[in-house]
């Protein structure tokens, strides 16, 4: 079965970087569109990136564009989430996510992980 499984989540303080990984099995990852979401506490789900199956383009939602960064291996299964310069804003809980086949954007998922949690804070 599908699973997405994220790692790499934790405290630190405003200024800092974290790296999150999401490990992705039971399906041909290779072949997926793939997405990073949060959801802060008493929010929403706000999409944060996406990047093509094959890694040729990336997006990013305004709020984080310039500051986090988002790759994939496919030898490994893996997609990442480099987020620099971390504000208080960005403390939230951090969903990998493969994107639905045919959606029209990278916020359209079909299967999720159970979240690592960021946390900003001085």
């Known amino acids: 079965q599908v699973q997405l499984v994220e790692s790499g989540g934790g405290l630190v303080q405003p200024g800092g970087s974290l790296r999150l990984s999401c490990a992705a099995s039971g399906f041909t990852f290779r072949l997926f569109d793939m997405s990073w979401a949060r959801q802060a506490p008493g929010k929403g789900l706000e999409w944060v990136s996406g990047?093509?199956?094959?890694?040729?383009?990336?997006y990013y939602a305004d709020a984080v564009r310039g500051r986090f960064t988002i790759s994939r291996d496919n030898a490994k299964h893996t997609v990442y989430l480099q987020m620099n310069n971390l504000k208080l804003e960005d403390t939230a809980l951090y969903y990998c996510?493969?994107?639905?086949?045919?959606?029209?954007?990278?916020?359209?998922?079909?299967?999720w992980g159970q979240g690592t949690q960021v946390t900003v804070s001085s």
């Open positions: 996510a493969r994107v639905a086949v045919g959606s029209s954007w990278f916020d359209e998922y079909d299967y």
């Open positions: 990047i093509y199956s094959d890694a040729s383009d990336t």
